[in-house]
């Protein structure tokens, strides 16, 4: 099955930016749907953007505008920019696939990003 691995996560201050990656192991254009995701403590993990497998993004409210989600088929890689970073931002993000539609079956082990005030 399909492993993903993240990496970027770091400690940044209020206003930076980070840009996270996503390497899967096998060809993802056209097969996968990609997502990104984070969790903060004690809060359940939400979607914050999805790359759909026809091409196209959708970002949800709290994200948009600041993060931007893309991915290089060529490398079966997904990166998320992210910009004007805020402490709330504070959490584990995780990208997932879909290959079947409907659900997110495969998850990468976290990164985690710090935002300091």
């Known amino acids: 099955q399909i492993q993903l691995v993240e990496f970027g996560g770091g400690l940044v201050r209020t206003g930076g930016s980070l840009r996270l990656s996503c390497q899967a192991s096998?060809?993802?254009?056209?097969?996968?749907?990609m997502g990104w995701f984070r969790q903060a403590p004690g809060k359940e993990r939400d979607l914050l953007a999805a790359?759909?497998?026809?091409?196209?993004?959708h970002y949800t409210s709290s994200v948009k505008g600041r993060f931007f989600a893309s991915r290089d088929n060529t490398k079966n890689t997904v990166y998320l920019q992210m910009n004007n970073l805020k402490p709330e931002d504070t959490a584990i993000y995780y990208c997932?696939?879909?290959?079947?539609?409907?659900?997110?079956?495969?998850w990468g082990q976290g990164t985690q990003v710090t935002v300091s005030s």
């Open positions: 790359l759909w497998r026809s091409g196209g993004i």
């Open positions: 096998e060809r993802t254009a056209e097969v996968y749907h």
């Open positions: 997932a696939a879909d290959r079947a539609g409907g659900s997110w079956e495969y």
